[in-house]
């Protein structure tokens, strides 16, 4: 076969939509595992609804999740350019060449006459289909009404026949004769629109997708099962242009834990928000592959885990094959869950530099503290936390100046033999100098209950609970090495002032 080519074709309205990542990721892993090319393309031609600043932030979020692209606007290619707003003139020359053929006819229905018509058929039971009043015109009516300055779009004489895909999820799909009418390839121009070439009006998404899969040598789209529907009208046209269109897989719909397709309302939708919350792109890139996706039977990821796979692994695993008919449903506690198993698996000073920004933003400052301080406390307590986020407030007890007695805490120092318990401990760690040591810290509770004869919980529950002022949280021999001395026996003062 020639070479792969993919594309990842958004349009820029919004942050990029977490449905629209997993589209991009599974473009992405095909390209990577086949060594083909993952071209991302602007569809920009809806003037209204996109904007620049759209498409910075989509691109913003394509690189935040890690992914890289061989052709696009900001890289370019042997395609460019990659806007379609920037193709117009090129869009005019297919358009030309359609009407020259008959294939096209001007049609001067407006958008309020085509609604009431289309409501007319739904009211009806009918699947509304343009009712072919203008295909009906002579091209010397059609002439003399756009001399007059009427404005038309030029609609597409959608062949009346039976159309069948073969599709890599749905297997074979039948679009039955009739199913579509005749549609628009150019629509009359909107606010701040001008027309391609005189006469020819402004492209819409179905033409302009067909010539640039084509003039762009895509070997396959991968894209949303919502596109089905387009899918036989874009066969028609490559049918029109004489161009065999490139493979099809329409990947099932994602669906919220309500069964409901993945709206506003179901959540979180944009990969920003979820990055902004603290989630990885390693974890959402892992949980979005897998909706609507599944590895090999058998396949055994390093991780131990049958659903943790690491990129390169989802890379070398990943086939059409493994697309799932069935719909996908976001679990945002599966995601969650799987957030922070990533949390607690990378490289804790990977761990470290990411969460800088959420430390910063939680007002701490943390120039007064090394680099390896920081992984050090990161190690202590990843495994409290879900998400990149809630660090900071676990590493409270590294970062406070003034520690705090939690009511829990109180309760714990206040037991009849709490006191000996903490007065022994002090006396110990003062006894030694230097550095506090894991090994030191881990033999102190056996001193202590030596010398005072407590044990258990009673021993325990306040040793924590003077030095941290909460009676849950990490071991304390992970935790007194990174306090130091000075800082443990200053805290337990300033908690047993404040247990009195
Ligand atoms: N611009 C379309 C969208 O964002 C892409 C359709 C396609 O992949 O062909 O839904």
Redesign the pocket.
Known sequence: MSQIRV?????P?GHLHVG?AR?LFFNWLFAKKLGGALVL?V?DTDQVRSTRESERMILGDVERLGLDYQEGPNVGGPHAPYRQSERLSLYADYVRRLLAEDRVYYCFCSDELLTQKREAAMKLGRTPHYDGTCARLSKEEAQSRLKQGEKAGLRFRAPQKTYVLQDHVRGRVEFKEGMVGDFLVTRTPGAGEKEIAEGIGFPV?NFC?VID?HLMEMSH?I??E??LS?TVR?LMLYEAFGWTPPEFAHIALVLGSDRQKLSKRSGDVSVFEYIEKGYLPEALLNFLSLLGWWPPAGFKPASGHPEVLSIAELISTFNLEGLQKAPGVFDVQKLQWMNSFYIRSLPAAEIARRAQPFFEGAGFQLEKHSQDWLVKVIEVIRGEVTLLSELPQAAQLFLESTPHLEAEAKVALSEPTALSVVEAMVGTLSANQGPLTVEEVDGLPKRVSTQTGVKGKSLYMPMRAAVTGKIHGPELKLILPILGRESVLKRIQALLTQAR
């Open positions: 594309r990842f074709a958004p349009s309205t629209g589209t393309r569809e998404y997708c899969d789209v894209r949303a919502e596109h387009n874009q």
